[in-house]
């Protein structure tokens, strides 16, 4: 039998369930950056996105990690999508409840310099107790995360972008030559990057093709001699050679000699128009091994950097995320702690061992070298110790980098013509940067 | 029989007293009562909406000092060729969903009133309405992929010999196949409500109708269709507020970033503020949205005087 709750009984429960609402909107309840925990333990909690495949590495490191600092819990938060990593950061962050140590990508890392949410890092990477020292990575990769001379977030892996190609595509084509072959040579120039793209549009194959983000159009500006910005200015629409670089890809787009992923149908990809021959080279970092290796055929593919203009080495665009600690972190020293071993050389050993990407720090490159694929795995390392992460000017502004790529994604789809597309990138970095 | 005299009271003021007491001991408990709703609306409706409507008129990109800007967020916005497309593209989603979707479903309640299983069809027609709008996506994905890849156009072209176009590909198809998803997964709601307005018609109507000599397309158009009137009227009312809200099936189905045909106001939205951290900009797009939104549903009502009738 059942009696009805009394008034009283009732009062309680909205009591309580007031007092929740008001607890869950204060926000100070079980969120914020990690502490104390029971038993004299500390939790850390670090956050990063990743695929499935990924967070089984991380998860292999925290266990590992935990096992050897008993007093110290990882609690690791990932996001699957790096689209929607960010967003939901940058709300933690905002409400201060962000977690002690997390990943930020390379086009978001200038957004939290400037808003001072990071902890400078450069007493401590130097410190007794660090496991990665601040010259243990290769200055350009550093990018948006040095500001001043201070280091507010380490590079936890990098993906240089380099030009996959595919031997019996560009054979197919009447190429008798080798990319990485020129390359050695010094004769790796723009002018015959493009010879053989003409060549393969003339057979019916598309020649490159590229992801719509600045690792590949600021490489073929690069090619071309072209700066992209200067003195604090963007000049990539009024640098004579960016502008021709621009121009170059542009018509490319127009007549199909290049492709962009970005748009291509999901049936019919950016890797499947690769893997069966339908374009010459494919622009993309250490992760296009997985891709290749679905294709059967890894012997077919080789890799080069993008050429320069004359054929000697250029600096290279080099993809990075960074790790960052929270300044708001209640345990800074149990954070740097993680920190600093997830970045070590064993920590990226560890993480790298199957992942497509290439060890930030120096003296870990066998991880790159060992399996000796592709034959060129050096061009990687190469690309990395003399490449550039994006501008720190560009990665300053939050979404430039997204508004630049929209707007040359216009002039690339044809929806905008060249000139007209130029006059309204450059008006619309100079009305963001102010 | 007696008269009944009112008890007088003992002094003039005790009563009135205790009464006030025990309004005031109402008034307490219904406050308490009240309170997790009225923090609950205060602390996700009233403020996020006040909030919302402060940054549209400010620059802020989330974690920054936030600057007064006026108007400009709303001028930038209405200038903006791209919210141009986003807010075309909302209608034209609108103007496929809501008279399709909303003339099939009155089918479909129609056809399934006097079935017997009437439940069983219910609830078959209502799981798209509680399956995941991810998964639902998902599923329509594989169908409508391009080339070999897709279930419906290798279909079509194997036993057809037809070549039909990239649904989610080629931006002048993709609101198409948007719509056909959103009719699809929002048909058996408004199924389930149609049906709720056909069993509210008196049979006896229905009869006299009949005995006068109506026939079915009669008796549809002059008493069925008057009857339920009001429930058509609200269906269309949150078909269309739906409409203009669609977000979720498009994020997943397709890149609005790259096929500019399936960018919505909300994607705009959702564009600026998560995407590009102009959280000002952002803010004045919704309040656009919801602008819009009340223009139209403003419009409806006044529509409804001469075309819905209340008369039973």
């Known amino acids: 039998m059942s009696f009805p709750p009394s008034k009283k009984t009732l009062a309680a429960a909205a009591l309580a369930l007031t007092a929740a609402l008001a607890t869950a909107c204060s926000g100070s309840g079980g969120g914020g950056a990690g502490g104390p925990a029971a038993a004299g333990k500390v939790t850390i909690r670090w956050s990063t996105w990743g695929s499935a495949e990924d967070v089984a590495l991380y998860k292999a490191f925290n266990d590992d990690f935990m096992k050897r600092h008993p007093n110290i819990v990882l609690k690791m938060e990932t996001v699957p999508k790096y689209e929607d990593y960010h967003p939901k950061l940058l709300t933690q962050l905002t409400s201060k409840t962000a977690p002690d140590v997390f990943f930020v990508g390379d086009d978001n890392i200038g957004k939290f310099v400037a808003s001072g949410v990071l902890t400078p890092l450069n007493d401590r990477l130097a410190g007794p107790t660090s496991k990665s020292r601040p010259e243990d990575f290769f200055e350009g990769v550093y990018g948006g995360a040095k500001k001043d001379g201070k280091i507010y977030g380490v590079p936890n892996d990098t993906n240089p972008e380099v030009l996959w190609y595919g031997k019996k595509a560009l054979q197919e084509a009447g190429i008798t030559e080798d990319p990485a072959e020129l390359n050695a040579a010094g004769k790796w120039t723009m002018a015959k990057y493009l010879e053989m793209n003409a060549k393969l549009k003339a057979a019916g194959k598309a020649g490159s093709i590229f992801w719509n983000w600045y690792g590949s159009t600021y490489s073929v500006i690069g090619g071309f001699g072209g700066k992209v910005w200067d003195g604090g200015r963007f000049v990539a629409t009024t640098d004579p050679k960016s502008r021709e670089a621009l121009s170059t890809l542009a018509k490319g787009y127009a007549d199909k000699t290049f492709l962009s992923a970005d748009v291509l149908p999901a049936s019919n990809g950016a890797n499947t128009q690769f893997l069966r021959g339908k374009a010459g080279f494919y622009a993309g970092g250490r992760w296009m091994i997985e891709v290749v290796k679905k294709g059967g055929d890894q012997a077919n593919y080789d890799i080069v950097p993008f050429p320069s203009e004359t054929g000697a080495p250029m600096p290279g665009a080099v993809a990075a995320s960074y790790l960052a600690l929270n300044k708001d972190s209640r345990t800074p020293d149990e954070a740097f702690t993680f920190l600093t071993e997830f970045v070590s050389k064993e920590g990226q050993l560890l993480r790298l061992k199957s992942g497509g990407a290439v060890p930030s720090i120096k003296g870990a490159e066998q991880v790159v070298l060992e399996g000796g694929y592709p034959a060129h795995a050096q061009t990687l390392l190469d690309v990395r110790d003399t490449g550039f992460a994006n501008y720190p000017e560009e990665v300053a502004v939050p979404g430039l980098t997204k508004d630049i790529n929209d707007e040359l994604m216009k002039v690339w789809t044809g929806k905008v013509g060249f000139d007209e597309g130029m006059t309204k990138l450059q008006a619309l970095v100079d009305g963001r940067i102010g | ?312």
């Open chain 2, 1 to 312: 029989m007696g008269v009944v005299t009112p008890a007088r009271p003992t002094t003039g003021t005790r009563p009135a007293r205790a009464a006030e007491r025990v309004r005031n001991r109402d008034g307490w408990w219904a406050a308490l009562f009240l309170a997790p709703q009225v923090l609950g609306l205060l602390a996700f409706l009233v403020f996020p909406l006040g909030f919302a409507i402060v940054l549209a008129f400010m620059r802020w990109d989330g974690l920054g000092e936030k600057s007064w800007v006026g108007f400009d967020n709303f001028a930038a916005q209405l200038t903006d060729p791209e919210f141009g497309t986003a807010v075309w593209n909302t209608v034209k989603l609108a103007l496929l969903t809501v008279p399709v979707g909303l003339t099939l479903a009155l089918l479909v309640a129609l056809a399934l009133n006097n079935v017997r299983g009437k439940t069983f069809y219910r609830v078959v027609y209502f799981l798209p309405v509680v399956t995941s709008s991810v998964a639902v996506a998902v599923m329509w994905q594989v169908i409508l992929a391009s080339g070999d890849y897709g279930v419906l156009n290798s279909t079509l072209h194997r036993w057809f010999g037809v070549t039909p176009p990239d649904w989610l590909d080629d931006p002048g198809w993709v609101i198409v196949a948007i719509a056909v998803v959103t009719i699809w997964s929002s048909l058996g709601l408004n199924v389930v409500i149609f049906l709720a307005g056909l069993q509210t018609i008196p049979p006896s109507l229905t009869e006299a109708a009949r005995i006068d000599g109506a026939g079915p397309v009669r008796v549809l158009r002059s008493v069925t269709l008057p009857m339920i009137s009001p429930t058509i009227f609200f269906s269309t009312v949150v078909a269309v507020i739906s409409s203009f809200q669609a977000f979720d099936q498009i994020y997943v189905l397709v890149n609005p970033d790259h096929n500019e045909g399936a960018r919505t106001i909300v994607y705009q939205v959702y564009d600026l503020g998560f995407q590009k951290f102009e959280f000002g900009m952002s803010s004045a797009a919704a309040l656009i949205l919801l602008a819009l939104t009340l223009i139209v549903t403003f419009v409806q009502f006044a529509a409804q005087k001469r075309l819905v009738h209340y008369d039973s």
